[in-house]
Nanobody, 126 residues
């Protein structure tokens, strides 16, 4: 029901920056939560950051707090993930997701999110 398209991934050296974008269509998002997850080879999918579309409340994984910033552009139905001071351990496929069941504070549980994009690869070299 919701289409999500991620972009902005690529190759970057440690200490560098990337900005990911997730464009959503098929729904309005004034009462939804959108989040970013990532999955590295051999690891489970993990929460990175989330934002409430309605009030802008954010939630960050401890591992990225202070380095990553999530934001939204309501007019464009797009969320962004600004990633600074990237580390090799940030290497993963990054997925955008929508949680239509909560609107006030983003969940960290992947099972709470019902719509997913195809992902964009982020590779951080040493």
């Amino acid at each position: 029901q919701v289409q999500l398209v991620e972009s902005g991934g690529g190759l970057v050296q440690a200490g560098g920056s990337l900005r990911l974008a997730c464009a959503a269509s098929g729904q309005t998002f004034s009462r939804y939560v959108m989040g970013w997850f990532r999955q590295a080879p051999g690891k489970e999918r993990e929460f990175v950051a989330g934002i409430s579309w309605s009030n802008g409340n954010t939630n960050y994984a401890d591992s990225v707090k202070g380095r990553f910033t999530i934001s939204r552009d309501n007019a464009k139905n797009t969320v962004y993930l600004q990633m600074n001071n990237l580390k090799p351990e940030d290497t993963a496929v990054y997925y955008c997701a929508v949680d239509s069941h909560r609107t006030y504070f983003p969940s960290r549980r992947s099972t709470d999110y019902g719509s997913w994009g195809q992902g964009t690869q982020v590779t951080v070299s040493s």
